[in-house]
């Protein structure tokens, strides 16, 4: 014949267990007091309203112990309870505090209720299968509610990460635009958490280069970013600092990276203007540093800033050279070139060029002979040395351009 006992169920203990809340919440707040005292004040400021929260919390958690599981499993937490843990765990990382020690409060809530469960079950005979059932749903909540926690944490995370990058995102639009007056600035600056450098220079990596995109990535977390159609962009605070050149270049190696000049951070978009031109030099293959610092080029960009003028000093000045042979005119640059760069020294022509300083001689006659006395007039040498040291440029009216061969006639 079955006893009383036998037939106690977890449900039954739903009134003595809602009765003991008052003693679990204390024993629990006592426990903070030593290990969290934030949560303990928490707690005890909110008594009445947890009180109210965990009476319908218990139900629920007796009746998980009792699930069949051929039915549907009931619902641990209500919508609004996981809202409530979530919030909390948002508010922990908006107010940067770690959520470990919340966990651990949530735990050592969860050991107390435990002990209380039990004992109440124990008293009033509870089977053993049914008491498994308790503790399992016991850890269960504590487990879905810290698990509610943490994605709120991790949520606002996600989130805070997010709207920091647009923020920097946004300053750095406004450091390179032409609209960056004092007050715009500081308040970008105090929006994007971002620490005001007395000096800056822009890095510039063409959007296609999977290396650099990566390589990018790794710059300190001062640098700000941003991402435009046609470039990747960086901005990097005070990189003349001791050693601060030397790991940029070491960083950025591979990248294909251009480095803008180190200016003041109102003349950065004049900058970033110089680097954009050094990119289009890179990709005519005029340049070829990798990374490309384009203060160690400021007489390339001068240069090459407008080739259309190059191209005209290149025809006014070396005119005499055009109606050659090719071979004959390769020899002869070459030989100017050198002279010209070794201040008439022959003997460095021959060494540089690897020939017999008689050969210089013979070709220097030559030169007399095409140039007359533009060769020993300082302000033409200049002008020929300019002309020569950069290479041609990029147009079919350059007279030292290749010439087409001449088609045969039948």
């Known amino acids: 014949m079955d006893t009383e006992e036998e037939h106690i169920r977890p449900a039954d203990l739903v009134p003595a267990i809602v009765g003991r809340l008052p003693a679990i919440l204390t024993e629990v707040r006592e426990l903070l007091t030593r290990q969290q005292p934030e949560y303990a004040g928490f707690l005890a400021a909110s008594f009445e309203e947890v009180l109210g929260a965990a009476e319908g919390f218990i139900a629920r958690l007796v009746a998980l112990a009792e699930w069949d599981p051929s039915t549907a499993a009931p619902q641990l937490a209500s919508g609004m309870e996981q809202a409530l843990f979530e919030e909390i765990g948002r508010i922990h990382h908006r107010q940067q505090r770690d959520v470990t020690p919340l966990l651990a409060a949530y735990r050592t809530g969860a050991a107390v209720a435990w002990r209380h469960v039990a004992d109440t079950a124990l008293e009033r005979g509870v089977p053993a299968e049914a008491l498994a059932g308790l503790a399992a749903a016991v850890f269960a909540a504590v487990d879905q509610l810290s698990c509610a926690s943490w994605r709120g944490y991790v949520q606002a995370q996600t989130a805070a990460g997010q ?78 600092g001791p050693g601060a050149r030397t790991r940029l270049a070491t960083t950025l190696r591979g990248a294909g990276a251009v480095v803008g000049a180190t200016v003041p951070l109102d003349r950065l978009p004049a900058s970033a203007g110089l680097a954009e031109h050094a990119v289009r030099l890179r990709q005519a293959q005029l340049l070829a540093d990798d990374p490309l610092f384009v203060d160690e080029h400021l007489d390339a960009m001068l240069v090459h800033h407008d080739d259309r003028l190059l191209a005209a000093l290149r025809r006014q000045y070396l005119a005499p050279l055009a109606a050659l042979p090719g071979p004959t005119r390769e020899r002869l640059l070459a030989t100017l070139t050198s002279w010209l760069v070794n201040m008439g020294n022959r003997k460095a022509v021959a060494e540089e060029l690897h020939v017999h300083p008689q050969t210089v001689r013979y070709r220097l006659a030559q030169l007399r002979e095409l140039f007359g006395s533009t060769l020993e007039d300082p302000t033409a040498r200049s002008a020929l040395l300019l002309a020569l040291a950069w290479g041609p440029a990029v147009t079919e009216s350059d007279p030292l351009a290749p010439r087409p061969e001449p088609r045969e006639h039948r």
Do not use: H, K, Y
Request: some cysteine; glycine content about 2%; proline content about 6%.
């Open 163 to 240: 709207d920091r990058d647009r923020l920097r995102a946004e300053l750095a639009e406004l450091l390179l635009s032409d609209r960056c007056d004092t007050a715009a600035l500081r308040a970008a600056v105090a929006r994007a958490g971002w620490s005001l450098p007395r000096q800056a220079a822009v890095v510039l990596i063409e959007p296609d280069n999977e290396v650099g995109r990566a390589l990018l990535n790794r710059l300190d977390d001062s640098c700000l970013r941003l991402r435009r159609p046609t470039m990747l962009v960086a901005i990097v605070p005070d990189p003349q």
